[in-house]
Every structure is written in C-alpha cells, then in structure tokens.
C-alpha cells in the first residue's frame, strides 16, 4: 500500500490514496478538514461498521442504519497519542437481534478489524452498543 501527502498551505494538506482518492487534512486552526488524530479515530469506527454490517447481513438481521459513536481520551503531553477510545455502536432495524449484535462487535473488535487491532497494542479500546427498533411507516 502506498500514498501522499501534499501541503497545500497554513496547516493544510491532501492525501491521496493509492486508489486515488484525495482526502483533506488540517493540522491547526484552520479548521478546513479533520485532523490526523480525528481521521485515525474515524478510521477506526468506519473499520469496525465495515464488519459489524457485514456480520449483520450474513445474519440475516434486518438492519437499517448503522452508526458508531466515537470517544477517545489523549495523553496530556507529547506525543498526544491516544489512550482510551470507545466505540459505540447504534443498530436500527426490525427485531435486530441483541446477541448477533454483541457477536458482530466482538468479532470486529477481536478479529476483522485491523485498525483497532493495530491501535490496540497501545490504546485501551472498548466497545458498546444498542438496538434501536425502527418505527413502522
């Protein structure tokens, strides 16, 4: 895998993917994009909802939205590095199943998804989630 990063100016930078995305960095306070430390933190949900839908899917759960809500807590002094972070995930659908979903994160979190399981050699990652039953239309 390979990419770059080009500054553009102030404390702004594009990534380009080497599947040739391009993706917005701001490191201060120009606040035009997220930072390195946010993207890895949304790397991380978006990583682990990859697996959890799928996991769903295979389950023939009847899944209609999917989000995860992200905290992280940072060392106080240099390197900031991330030292707790929680993943929550919110599961709407019909009679999702409770255990599928607790199965689902579990495998995300202990096998499928690589970016928590690179960060959690350093970061105390946890995980919770809810079902949601959607509203008949």
Not at 29 to 56: F, H, K, N, R, Y
Not at 106 to 113: D, N, R, V
Not at 123 to 128: G, K, N
Request: hydrophobic share 40%; aromatic share 4%; glycine share 6%.
């Amino acid at each position: 895998m390979e990419a770059n990063i080009k500054w553009v100016e102030g404390d702004t930078f594009i990534g380009r993917s080497q599947s040739g995305h391009n993706v917005v960095f701001d490191t201060g306070a120009d606040g035009a994009a997220p930072s390195p430390m946010e993207m890895v933190l949304m790397s991380t949900g978006c990583c682990s909802s990859v697996d959890v839908v799928s996991i769903l899917k295979k389950a023939k759960q009847q899944v209609e939205n999917v989000e995860v809500k992200l905290t992280a807590e940072r060392a106080e002094s240099a390197p900031r590095v991330f030292t707790k972070m929680n993943l929550h995930f919110v599961v709407t659908g019909k009679n999702v199943s409770e255990k599928h979903l607790a199965r689902a994160v579990q495998l995300s979190a202990e096998k499928y998804c690589s970016v928590a399981l690179m960060l959690d050699k350093t970061v105390e990652i946890t995980h919770s989630h809810e079902v949601v039953e959607s509203v008949a239309k």
